[in-house]
């Protein structure tokens, strides 16, 4: 029961993260300066980035439902933390801002953190760690999409 719980909230903080990222970068990806940009030939169509990371938020949930049940360290709980800011403020950075190279740099760093807890924690979750492998993925693409607006434009 408190790991259902835990899943809960885990999913009602990331898709809160979701919401303010959402709203925080305008029109994002339908804006007239995004839809202008020299964009790299792997950027997936638009549709691809709901489902991506409505698939994403939910396996990271249960990811870090099951992290806080095995370790609720101060670790744990400031890397969830920066995450969080990361993935929200990249939205505002980019899209909303049009600075893609402070883009560029959020992202990696969301990229690295992702990395941490997948890394850092697999002795721990063992196969459970498959649950932020999607995340760290989507990041790894994200971020690349990112250079590229940044690098041909």
Same mark, same amino acid.
């Given at each position: 029961?408190?790991?259902?719980?835990?899943?809960?909230?885990?999913?009602?903080? %990331?898709?809160?993260?979701?919401? #303010?990222?959402?709203?925080?970068?305008?029109? =994002?990806?339908?804006?007239?300066?995004? $839809? !202008? /940009?020299?964009?790299?030939?792997?950027?997936?169509?638009?549709?691809?980035?709901?489902?991506?990371w409505t698939?994403?938020?939910?396996?990271?949930?249960?990811?870090?439902?099951?992290?806080?049940?095995?370790?609720?360290s101060?670790?744990?709980?400031?890397?969830?933390?920066?995450?969080?800011?990361? %993935?929200?403020?990249?939205?505002? #950075?980019?899209?909303?801002?049009?600075?893609? =190279?402070?883009?560029?740099?959020?992202? $990696? !760093? /969301?990229?690295?953190?992702?990395?941490?807890?997948?890394?850092?924690?697999?002795?721990?979750?063992?196969?459970?760690?498959?649950?932020?492998?999607?995340?760290?993925?989507?990041?790894?693409?994200?971020?690349?999409?990112?250079?590229?607006?940044?690098?041909?434009?």
């Open positions: 029961m408190k790991l259902i719980k835990l899943i809960i909230v885990f999913l009602i903080i %990331n898709f809160a993260a979701l919401g #303010i990222g959402s709203w925080l970068m305008d029109n =994002g990806p339908q804006s007239e300066w995004y $839809t !202008a /940009l020299n964009q790299a030939p792997w950027t997936p169509p638009g549709w691809v980035f709901g489902a991506a698939t994403i938020m939910i396996c990271f949930s249960i990811y870090m439902a099951y992290l806080y049940l095995k370790l609720p101060t670790k744990v709980k400031i890397l969830f933390l920066i995450q969080f800011i990361l %993935n929200v403020i990249w939205n505002y #950075i980019f899209f909303n801002q049009h600075v893609v =190279g402070l883009g560029l740099a959020v992202i $990696t !760093a /969301l990229t690295i953190v992702v990395g941490i807890f997948l890394m850092a924690f697999k002795n721990d979750l063992k196969a459970k760690t498959l649950l932020i492998l999607p995340y760290f993925v989507w990041l790894c693409i994200a971020t690349s999409l990112n250079a590229y607006i940044l690098l041909n434009n």
